[in-house]
């Protein structure tokens, strides 16, 4: 199911640096591995396994979609949620 998506100029900005395709960025929000709730930027994160790396995209539900804020791909997913979750910034909600 594809998802309605906006871009903040940031996220776009830092999808063409770090190559990530839209169809990347759309499989994490339909359809992520987890997913949190960042209590401290109020946005939702959502991570997926793509091509050896996972992706992380914030964004925002905005009327019938998403507006994405910014995404990277990491190869430390694990030290990321661990870190994040242990100091409360983000909440399991997936």
Known sequence: ?????????????????????VSDVDA???T????YEDVEHGTLIAIKKVNGNSIIVAYNIVND???VITL??????????????????WKKVK
């Not at 992520?32 to 997913?35: E, G, I, S």
């Not at 990277?72 to 910034?89: C, H, I, M, S």
């Open 1 to 21: 199911m594809k998802t309605p998506l906006k871009f903040s100029s940031h996220a776009k900005e830092k999808m063409k640096i770090r190559k990530i395709k």
């Open 28 to 30: 994490a929000i339909t």
């Open 32 to 35: 992520p591995d987890n997913a």
């Open 65 to 67: 979609g998403a507006k």
């Open 72 to 89: 990277f791909y990491t190869t430390k997913l694990d030290k990321l949620v661990k870190t994040k979750t242990a100091r409360g910034a």
